[in-house]
C-alpha cells in the first residue's frame, strides 16, 4: 500500500464505482445465544482507526532512505569538494594544521568558494532524485508554494515576514550581547579579510537563506513531522539547524542554543503558514539586518575590530 495514495475528507474513494454490493466489507453478524431475552441479534463491529491525515504541504514523495542516501552523498560531495580545493588552494610550504585551517579559512575561493560548489552539488542530489527521477516539480515539492490562509488566519503580505525576521534578529543581537561568549571564534576568522567578509556577507544574504530553507523547512521538516508528528518535527528541525551552526561558533554553547530558538521560531513559521516561502523570507530579513549591522560597525569591514 502507497502511504501517499490517501483519499482526502469529503472525497469521493475513486474505486467505490467500481465496486459491486457483493464486495462490499459488512461486519459479520454476532447471534445472540438461545435463551438469553433482550440481546441484539445483530452488532456493528468496531471501525479500524483512520490513517493520519497530513497537510498537502506534508505530502513527500521520500522517505528515510531516501534520507540516508542523501547524508551519505553529502558527507562523500563535501569531503571531495574541500579535498580538492585544499590540494588547489593550500600553501606549498607545510603548515600545522590549526595554521593551515586558518589561512584557508581566510581564502575567499576556498572559504566561499567550497561552501558554493557543495550547496550546488546538494540541490543536484535533490534535483535529480525528487524531480528527475519521479517526475515532480522541484520546488513545489520540496515546499516551495504560495503562503495560502488557513481558517482563522489574517491576511498578511509576504513583507510581514520580512519584518518579522528582522525584528527577531534584532531581538537575538540584544539577547547575545548580554551573554559571555568566548574570543576568536572560528567564524571570526572570515571577517580578518576583508574581500572573504564582504564575500560572505554577500552569501549570507542571496544564497544561504534560500539553500538552507529548502534543505531544513523543505526536505527535513515534512519527513520529521510526518515520522514524529508536528510539534516533535518543528522542534528537531530547529535543534539540527542550530547544531549545523556549532562549529562556526567554536560550539560556544550559548550561542548554539540561541540559534535553535532561531531555527524553531522559523520552522514553527514553515508550519503555521504550509509555505517554505514564509520561512524563508524571515531568514533572509534575519541574515539581513545582521549583515547591514557587521557594515556599519565596521565601515565596510574597513575597520574590523581587534581580536584577543
Known amino acids: ?92 610550504k607545510h603548515l600545522p594544521p590549526a595554521e593551515l585551517e586558518k589561512y584557508l579559512i581566510s581564502n575567499p575561493k576556498f572559504a566561499i568558494g567550497s561552501m558554493l560548489i557543495w550547496y550546488a552539488a546538494l540541490f543536484f542530489f535533490l534535483y535529480i532524485t525528487l524531480s528527475v527521477l519521479r517526475g515532480h516539480s522541484f520546488w513545489e515539492s520540496l515546499g516551495w508554494r504560495k503562503i495560502k490562509l488557513r481558517e482563522g488566519q489574517a491576511a498578511r503580505k509576504p513583507f510581514t515576514y520580512f519584518l518579522w525576521g528582522c525584528g527577531l534578529s534584532l531581538f537575538v543581537a540584544i539577547v547575545s550581547s548580554q551573554l559571555k561568549t568566548p574570543d576568536n571564534l572560528p567564524m571570526e576568522e572570515l571577517f580578518k579579510s576583508r574581500e572573504t567578509a564582504l564575500l560572505f556577507m554577500a552569501m549570507a544574504v ?14 527535513l521538516y515534512p519527513l520529521f513531522a510526518r515520522s514524529f508528528g508536528i510539534l516533535p518535527g518543528i522542534l528537531v528541525t530547529g535543534a539540527l539547524f542550530g547544531l549545523m551552526h556549532g562549529a562556526q561558533l567554536g560550539w560556544t554553547w550559548t550561542l548554539v542554543t540561541t540559534l535553535v530558538f532561531v531555527g524553531v521560531v522559523f520552522t514553527a513559521v514553515r508550519a503555521r503558514t504550509g509555505s517554505v516561502f514564509a520561512s524563508y523570507l524571515m531568514h533572509l530579513g534575519y541574515n539581513s539586518l545582521i549583515s547591514v549591522f557587521a557594515l556599519l560597525g565596521t565601515h565596510g569591514f574597513t575597520r574590523v575590530p581587534p581580536h584577543h
Open 1 to 92: 500500500m502507497n502511504p501517499f495514495d490517501e483519499t482526502p475528507p469529503g472525497e469521493q474513494d475513486p474505486n467505490s464505482e467500481n465496486r459491486s454490493p457483493q464486495q462490499e466489507i459488512t461486519p459479520a453478524p454476532i447471534t445472540a445465544p438461545e435463551g438469553v431475552p433482550g440481546l441484539a441479534t445483530e452488532q456493528v463491529a468496531p471501525a479500524l482507526p483512520a490513517k493520519p491525515a497530513y497537510p498537502v504541504d506534508l505530502a513527500i514523495s521520500w522517505s528515510w532512505l531516501h534520507f540516508i542516501f542523501f547524508i551519505i552523498f553529502g558527507f562523500a560531495s563535501l569531503l571531495i569538494v574541500q579535498g580538492t580545493m585544499m590540494v588547489h588552494y593550500a600553501p606549498r
Open 206 to 219: 542571496l544564497v544561504a537563506p534560500l539553500v538552507e530553507e529548502t534543505l531544513f523547512r523543505g526536505y
